[in-house]
């Protein structure tokens, strides 16, 4: 990391990767907390019936990653999955 600066009172000067990851990690923190907020809201207009409506499209595919994936999509798309995903984020 470059910490020298050309002026003495001058804030020291980050590396572009550095501030790159810094942006990420804000970026990444703030759509969660928007996420965590509009989460109860969407339980409340229906995303189970979505979610699970999804999870059936996802099992009639003919791979087995589908049917996986669609079973798994379905077990967290119940009401109390919803709940337990808006807890832990």
Sequence with gaps: MNVSSPHPSAPPRRERGL??????????GVLWLVFAAAL???IHFGLEA??????THLQHHAGAWSVALGKLVARA??????V??????
């Design 19 to 28: 501030v790159i990851i810094i942006a990420y990690k804000l970026i990444k």
């Design 40 to 42: 109860p809201l969407l």
């Design 50 to 55: 979505r979610v699970s409506g999804f999870a």
């Design 84 to 89: 337990v995903i808006f807890v832990l984020s």
């Design 77 to 82: 798309a119940s009401k109390r999955g919803l």
